[in-house]
Nanobody
């Protein structure tokens, strides 16, 4: 049973930075694309960033381009999300997720992921 565990959330002032990390169990991590989603109170879960199984391809939602960076280390079974220039609109619970099948491209749809972490809270104060 694959498990994902996020860490690194917290409270930060606008303009600050955080680094989120997601640790995965299992030996097949390097075969799956991964993504970060977020969900703010009263809103739907939304795609933030995704990375291919090799790490060679990434995708971002428009509002975080140039501020957030997704990366992965297949030797350590981790996928990270560096959050810079944070603003209050970035406040949400952030989740990492594993693509539903191996060796397929990132999708922005939550339905395309079948393993989720428990989430980590990011709060940005103005």
């Amino acid at each position: 049973q694959v498990q994902l565990v996020e860490s690194g959330g917290g409270l930060v002032q606008a303009g600050g930075s955080l680094r989120l990390s997601c640790a995965a169990s299992g030996r097949t991590f390097g075969s799956f694309a991964m993504a970060w989603f977020r969900q703010a109170p009263g809103k739907e879960r939304e795609f933030v960033a995704g990375i291919s199984w090799s790490g060679g391809s990434t995708a971002y939602r428009d509002s975080v381009k140039g501020r957030f960076t997704i990366s992965r280390d297949n030797a350590k079974n981790t996928v990270d999300l560096q959050l810079n220039s944070l603003n209050p609109e970035d406040t949400a619970v952030y989740y990492c997720a594993r693509r539903i099948s191996a060796k397929i491209l990132v999708t922005r749809a939550p339905e395309g992921y079948d393993v989720w972490g428990q989430g980590t809270q990011v709060t940005v104060s103005s």
